[in-house]
């Protein structure tokens, strides 16, 4: 496995989704190869940053529509 | 965010505090997924209200099959098909071509000639950790701008499963997707953000 292979596996790695001998392969490489622990450590990084981002809203406007009719809405 | 069935309960006995919890934690995620298929953001505003209202009246009948957050998110999808055919615009989800290429930039890698042939030309440089709190924001601010740069199918499928936290499985079956679509499109998603961090850092580390 070369390292330009490896970029491409990284999101099915962590995934567990390789099949075994590809797995093995894998994190052989991984632990000889010191710019691709770099690269899995930043996809991980990104992934953890990714996590951290607030989520965009709706309108205020919108917002308060939905809590009124949630407030007004007929329950039994 | 509380368990299904805390959530379950507090929207049927209409208790605001659990309604306003959900509105805030996945509006976000909600739009975006709205967003891929119709054409304007207030076109999306009002399928996610759309969807709420739609949850209002259905989860009395809510059986748990799912996660909670799976089954709004589907009716969502409902509501936001229906409206994005009525406006001629529809992201095509199935039968689509995984885009192609690779993912890291292929000069970064040697070449056919060289004795070690797909080997990093120089190795990435390792990125400084962000517990200042300056340096922090300015990273969640070039991770939120690359989000929104991405093809909208894939702002879709990071933020289901890298934001809102949902398994491969549910994201592949809410979107009608493939596991292997599913994964090929997270995964050019994530090196493009990635992509965007590394010149960040790669800009800030020049000028400190």
């Known amino acids: ?76 | 965010m509380p368990s299904d069935d805390v959530l379950v309960a507090g929207l049927r006995a209409g208790d605001e505090e659990t309604f306003a919890c959900l509105l805030n934690g996945w509006s976000g995620s909600m739009l975006r997924l709205a967003r891929t298929f119709v054409s304007t953001a207030a076109s999306a505003e009002e399928v996610v209200q759309d969807t709420w209202l739609a949850v209002f009246q259905g989860i009395g009948r809510f059986e748990g099959r799912s996660s909670l957050q799976t089954w709004v998110y589907r009716i969502l999808v409902n509501v936001a098909r229906r409206r994005g055919t009525h406006e001629q615009r529809t992201v095509p989800w199935t039968s689509l071509l995984p885009d192609e290429g690779p993912t890291v930039d292929p000069s970064r890698f040697r070449g056919a000639e060289d004795p070690y042939p797909g080997g990093w030309r120089a190795f990435p440089e390792r990125w400084p950790t962000t517990e200042n709190e300056v340096l922090a924001h300015e990273v969640r601010a070039t991770v939120a701008a690359a989000i929104e740069k991405l093809p909208p199918r894939q702002q879709v499928v990071l933020t289901l499963r890298d934001i809102d936290g949902q398994s491969a499985d549910d994201v592949c079956v809410l979107l009608g997707i493939s596991t292997a679509n599913q994964r090929v499109i997270l995964h050019r998603a994530r090196a493009a953000v990635r992509g965007h961090l590394e010149r960040y850092f790669t800009t800030a580390g020049a000028e400190s």
């Open chain 1, 1 to 76: 496995m070369t390292c330009a292979e490896l970029v491409e596996l990284v999101t099915a790695f962590l995934d567990g989704a390789l099949d075994p001998e590809t797995e093995e392969r894998f994190v052989h490489h991984l632990s000889i190869c010191e710019g691709c622990d770099i690269y899995v450590e930043q996809m991980r990084r990104t992934v953890a940053e990714v996590g951290q981002v607030g989520p965009e809203g709706l309108s205020g406007e919108t917002r308060d529509r939905l809590l009124d009719a949630f407030r007004t809405f007929p329950r039994d």
